[in-house]
């Protein structure tokens, strides 16, 4: 069993349209990140959330961490093709070195 | 100028051979990663090195051998190649351990026939 689970896994929209990526788990995160993977490269971190109730801006993205910081979500307004790709989330627990990721979700964002 | 580099892009090779995937990075980071990502994408950690030293060793064949020569460099190597072995390795390194950002090679597709 994995200790981020992501949802939906793919999700394909049209451009203009809003969407919402959703991380959770049932344990406590020290923080958690949410990174964009596109086609052939490496994951590129977004942002990263430590405190409980925490939301952040970047843009159009907006992301949040759960009061409880076991769960995240990202949400997309009005996506462009741009924002096409592997959205993965990840998070430190407690006295932890690994960073554990969640299963990722496809977006694929139609002109 | 690329902040983690690894080498070969893509290797393809045949069951039972020994091959090594080289990782550098310019960060000045003292935390080094190698990860696996599998045919559905899930990104999993295998070793972590801090400072050339081996802190984190995830549930892995003992075929798969780590090894940093120093902090700028975590090489993987691997012998006797199985096809379970094919996907997608990332080097990547972080600042520290814990909570820092980790950044990304561009990953080696490998692939055992």
């Known amino acids: 069993t994995q200790l981020l689970e992501q949802s939906p896994q793919f999700l394909s929209i049209q451009e203009g349209e809003n969407l919402t990526v959703y991380c959770n788990s049932s344990?406590?995160?020290?923080?958690l990140q949410w990174y964009r993977q596109e086609p052939g490269e490496g994951p590129v971190l977004l942002v990263t959330?430590?405190?409980?109730?925490e939301v952040k801006k970047l843009k159009r993205l907006t992301f949040q961490f759960g009061d409880a910081r076991k769960d995240s979500s990202l949400h997309i307004t009005a996506a462009q093709p741009g924002d096409t790709g592997l959205y993965l989330c990840a998070g430190h627990l407690y006295n932890d070195y690994k960073l554990s990721f969640g299963a990722g979700t496809t977006v694929t964002v139609r002109a | 100028d690329t902040a983690v580099s690894q080498t070969p892009k893509y290797l393809v090779t045949q069951m039972g051979n020994d091959k090594s995937i080289k990782c550098e990075q310019n960060?000045?980071?003292?935390?080094m990663y190698w990860y696996k990502q599998d045919s559905k994408k899930f990104l999993k950690i295998m070793f972590s090195y801090n400072n050339k030293e081996l802190i984190i060793n995830e549930t892995v064949p003992n075929r798969f051998s780590p090894k940093s020569p120093d902090k700028a460099h975590l090489n993987l190597h691997i012998n006797s190649l199985e096809l379970g072995d094919s996907a997608v390795y990332f080097c990547?390194?972080?600042?520290?351990?814990?909570?820092?950002?980790?950044?990304f090679g561009q990953g080696t597709r490998l692939t055992v026939v």
């Open positions: 344990s406590v995160f020290s923080s």
């Open positions: 960060l000045g980071h003292d935390t």
């Open positions: 990547a390194s972080s600042y520290a351990v814990g909570n820092t950002e980790a950044f």
């Open positions: 959330v430590v405190t409980g109730g």
